[in-house]
């Protein structure tokens, strides 16, 4: 069964400091990757995609299909950035299987 | 456009209570989906549809049901709730070329 793994339930960084948020998955065949961002009292929304490579809000996050992951990562942590943050694939028929997600805490 | 809501926010039931939670999308998507979310497990997906008048089973389907007479509507019904529902549910739609999926705010469930 396809499976995503965030072994983070918690980061903690501080504001300014290099942020890397770590995913990975398990999936047999080209898997399609997502970062959904929920931000706290807001509905989840998409961050990125791996088959757009661009990056939103500083964040960019690259797909190693010999590791079998999808790390976030970001240079520089802003305190807006606290949230939590889940990695996503997607299953036959648009299906989403989200990995348990991490919470970012950017501390000032 | 209002892209996607849900309707309650919030509910509070008893054991054995029966309710529906309603999801509507103006984006004219074909497939819609609905997640609970729980802490340390992220979300999961219980039902999910196709097309109008379609639906199947997701990961834990298990005491709820759902229908799709409407394209722009998705019902979720829990027919006679646990404690164990006790969760947030989302409701989310894509379209058929698939790629992200768009969120409702969420439904705050609590069965007592």
């Known amino acids: 069964a396809q499976r995503v793994t965030q072994p983070e339930k918690l980061l903690s960084v501080f504001k300014g400091a290099p942020v890397e948020l770590k995913c990975n998955y398990s999936?047999?065949?080209?898997?399609?990757l997502f970062w959904y961002v929920q931000y706290s009292r807001q509905r989840l929304q998409l961050l990125l995609r791996?088959?757009s490579r661009e990056s939103i809000k500083g964040f960019t996050a690259d797909l190693n299909k010999g590791e079998t992951s999808f790390h976030l990562k970001k240079p520089f942590a802003q305190e807006e950035d606290s949230a939590m943050y889940y990695c996503?694939?997607?299953?036959?028929?648009?299906?989403?299987?989200f990995g348990a997600g991490t919470i970012l805490r950017v501390k000032s | 456009n209002a892209g996607v809501t849900q309707t309650p926010k919030f509910r509070v039931l008893k054991t054995g209570q029966s309710m529906t939670l309603l999801c509507a999308q103006d984006m004219n998507h074909e497939y819609m989906y609905w997640y609970r979310q729980d802490p340390g497990m992220g979300l999961r997906l219980i039902h999910y549809s196709v097309g109008e008048g379609t639906t199947a089973k997701g990961e834990v389907p298990d005491g709820y049901n759902v229908s799709r007479l409407k394209k722009q509507n998705f019902l979720l019904g829990l027919e006679s709730a646990a404690p164990s529902q006790t969760s947030v549910y989302f409701c989310a739609s894509s379209s058929v070329t698939g790629g992200s999926q768009f969120f409702g705010p969420g439904t705050r469930l609590t069965v007592l």
């Open positions: 996503a694939l997607v299953e036959y028929g648009n299906k989403l299987v």
């Open positions: 791996h088959i």
């Open positions: 999936y047999s065949g080209s898997p399609e």
